[in-house]
């Protein structure tokens, strides 16, 4: 009897430490599947194409600025900028004759009728009296993610392409278009770099940005 019992203690000590080593194992398991698929987990291309349209979104649309009532030229603004010419070639606005160093400038019956088409035109009262117009002419338009790279679970980088989607004012401004191209070099430069013209009917843009994963979802990391 005394034998017996002897046993049985024995073969209960080595059941414990094999009872240890087996949930070792397994927590090990458990922890290493845990990993393997927060290393597998990929941002969807769902996600990658939300969060590309936002990033489009809030740059808002490109934009052209112009006056209208009695004008001095500023450093703000220059009744004689070619924006004021173009839009007066397609008609949409007149520049009379300058008086007190101050040009008239007026929206035509087709200006007024094309700013009332476009969405989110602004208009204001400047202290001088002018009103001032901010006229949207195209949007970003998101065409779609080409790759996505994972570089952690957390951060992942973007490969998509947009294209511009001009309105009826911003095919004016384009360019490449046959009423911006009547003007020289350093008009067109001026026109592209400061009044809103842009090549809108040119080839989709490539862009990579980087994201990372936040508790609001994916977001553009900062630099």
Known sequence: MFEQEIEMEKR?????????????????????????MQNRRVLSNEEASAVAAAVLKAQGPATVRFHTGLLGSSVNDNPSGPQYRLLEKAGLVTLGKMKDWKTPIALT????????????????????GTKLYVVPLADRKFVGVSKVTML???????????????????????????????????????LI??????????????????????DKGWQIAPE
């Open 193 to 214: 770099q400061k009044y809103g013209a842009n090549f809108y009917h040119g080839e989709p843009t490539k862009v990579a940005i980087a994201v990372m994963k936040t």
């Open 152 to 190: 952690s679970p957390e951060r992942a980088v973007i490969d998509f392409t947009w294209t511009w989607n001009p309105n009826q004012l911003g095919d004016l401004f384009d360019a490449s278009g046959a009423a911006v191209k009547t003007f020289n070099t350093w008009d067109r430069g001026a």
């Open 12 to 36: 209960q000590g080595s059941v414990v430490p094999l009872l240890l080593i087996v949930g070792l194992i397994v927590a090990i398991v458990g922890v290493a599947g845990y990993f393997l």
């Open 109 to 128: 019956p087709k200006g007024e009728a094309l700013l009332k088409e476009i969405p989110g035109v602004s208009q204001t009262t400047e202290k001088d």
